[in-house]
């Protein structure tokens, strides 16, 4: 039974808690933290087990956590993480893992020293069933070499405190790990666009933007960022092969006839429109301890090369170029 401590009780750390004390077998929720106390106080109310830390360094030291989930903002995680890996606990980070590739080496560095992985980083599309099937058309080459992708990634709005590079690190970074998956291929070179602004960014951050990034194989790569589009939660993915295209589907397949219309309805909540993928990963995650000790996702390799074309994005921002994604050699551990 892995005991797990939460770190960050917003929105997806309650939808966390509540999936791994309700439908992942083999671990159980014994602490939480947050900044804001009040908030991992809640949890309680319907767990009254958990223990609240007021410091969330005193919960990962605390012996009765085997286990560090980081869902706490973005600016947070790598110092967490860091925190966690000095007691050699098992962690699983929200994405990012860091703003920075310079914190991901460092983070890699830190658990290589324990010769094993520890760190699982939640980039769950690849557990969402729509994208594992574009993977598996991909690889089994029935429709020769992927040439090219089109990708959107749109939001309804963003909250207080948003900002441009946002629209990377913390949205297109979804997109940032899902292709090099997709395609098993690390990036080249990237650029990101300001395009012809849209009248709902009234808050002073870019909207929309356009990643642009290229494979080592010559792959090319194009990513609509929206984040702020006024109707819905909606990601989109085709990938364009040599003989044939591979289209993720739409998260509904009902759809309705009436009045002289066709209607499928469009999501608002991210957390609606990846529900399984979430519950299928975490579940991976749990399994994958009580099994081997070790986790088998996304590893602190993947945060560290999204990071790293999340970088040259924003360096390119500006400069009408394409700069090069430069990452060090890949550590043995992580092949």
Same mark, same amino acid.
């Not at 830190?110 to 760190?119: D, T």
């Not at 819905?232 to 364009?240: F, S």
């Given at each position: 039974?892995?005991?797990?401590?939460?770190?960050?009780?917003?929105?997806?750390?309650?939808?966390?808690?509540?999936?791994?004390?309700?439908?992942?077998?083999?671990?159980?929720?014994?602490?939480?933290?947050?900044?804001?106390?009040?908030?991992?106080?809640?949890? %309680?109310?319907?767990?009254?087990?958990?223990?609240? #830390?007021?410091?969330?360094?005193?919960?990962?030291?605390? !012996?009765?956590?085997?286990?560090?989930?980081?869902?706490?903002?973005?600016?947070?995680?790598?110092?967490?993480?860091?925190?966690?890996?000095?007691?050699?606990? &098992?962690?699983?980070?929200?994405?990012?893992? /860091? =703003?920075?590739?310079?914190?991901?080496?460092?983070?890699?560095?830190?658990?290589?020293?324990?010769?094993?992985?520890?760190? &699982?980083?939640?980039?769950?599309?690849?557990?969402?069933?729509? #994208?594992?099937?574009?993977?598996?058309?991909?690889?089994?080459?029935?429709?020769?070499? $992927?040439?090219?992708?089109?990708?959107?990634?749109?939001?309804?709005? !963003?909250?207080?405190?948003? +900002?441009?590079?946002?629209?990377?690190?913390?949205?297109?970074?979804?997109?940032?790990?899902?292709?090099?998956?997709?395609?098993?291929?690390?990036?080249?070179?990237? +650029?990101? =666009?300001?395009?012809? +602004?849209?009248?709902?960014?009234?808050?002073?951050?870019?909207?929309?933007?356009?990643?642009?990034?290229?494979?080592?194989?010559?792959?090319?790569?194009?990513?609509?960022? &929206?984040?702020?589009?006024?109707?819905? #939660?909606?990601?989109?993915? !085709?990938?364009?092969?040599?003989?044939?295209?591979?289209? =993720?589907?739409?998260?509904? %397949?009902?759809?309705?006839?009436?009045?002289?219309? #066709?209607?499928? $309805?469009?999501?608002?909540?991210?957390?609606?429109?990846?529900?399984?993928?979430?519950?299928?990963? =975490?579940?991976?995650?749990?399994?994958?301890?009580? +099994?081997?000790?070790? $986790? %088998?996702?996304?590893?602190?390799?993947?945060?560290?090369?999204?990071?790293? /074309?999340?970088?040259?994005?924003?360096?390119?921002?500006?400069?009408? !170029?394409?700069?090069?994604?430069?990452?060090?050699?890949?550590?043995?551990?992580?092949?």
């Amino acid at each position: 039974m892995i005991r797990i401590g939460v770190i960050g009780c917003g929105a997806i750390g309650k939808d966390h808690i509540r999936r791994l004390m309700d439908l992942v077998p083999g671990c159980t929720v014994v602490a939480c933290s947050d900044y804001f106390v009040e908030a991992a106080k809640e949890v %309680t109310k319907k767990y009254p087990d958990v223990k609240v #830390y007021e410091n969330p360094n005193d919960l990962i030291a605390a !012996q009765e956590v085997d286990a560090v989930m980081i869902t706490s903002i973005d600016s947070t995680h790598a110092a967490y993480v860091m925190e966690a890996l000095k007691y050699g606990k &098992q962690i699983f980070c929200e994405k990012p893992l /860091a =703003l920075t590739a310079a914190e991901c080496e460092e983070i890699m560095k830190a658990e290589m020293a324990h010769g094993k992985r520890l760190v &699982q980083v939640g980039f769950m599309r690849r557990y969402d069933r729509g #994208y594992a099937e574009m993977k598996r058309i991909i690889t089994s080459g029935e429709l020769g070499a $992927p040439l090219m992708i089109h990708a959107a990634h749109r939001n309804v709005s !963003q909250g207080d405190g948003f +900002q441009t590079d946002m629209g990377i690190t913390n949205v297109a970074i979804h997109e940032l790990d899902i292709c090099r998956w997709l395609l098993g291929d690390e990036y080249e070179s990237a +650029q990101v =666009l300001k395009v012809r +602004q849209s009248s709902l960014s009234t808050r002073g951050y870019d909207n929309p933007q356009i990643v642009l990034l290229e494979t080592k194989s010559g792959a090319r790569i194009d990513v609509e960022v &929206q984040v702020a589009d006024g109707y819905g #939660y909606d990601i989109q993915c !085709q990938v364009v092969c040599e003989k044939g295209t591979v289209n =993720l589907p739409e998260p509904y %397949t009902v759809y309705k006839r009436a009045n002289a219309t #066709y209607q499928v $309805p469009i999501l608002t909540d991210w957390k609606d429109r990846f529900i399984e993928a979430y519950d299928i990963e =975490l579940t991976d995650w749990v399994n994958s301890l009580n +099994q081997n000790g070790v $986790p %088998t996702g996304p590893s602190s390799w993947d945060g560290y090369a999204a990071c790293v /074309a999340a970088d040259a994005l924003i360096k390119s921002r500006g400069t009408g !170029q394409f700069l090069k994604v430069e990452m060090i050699e890949k550590p043995e551990m992580y092949k």
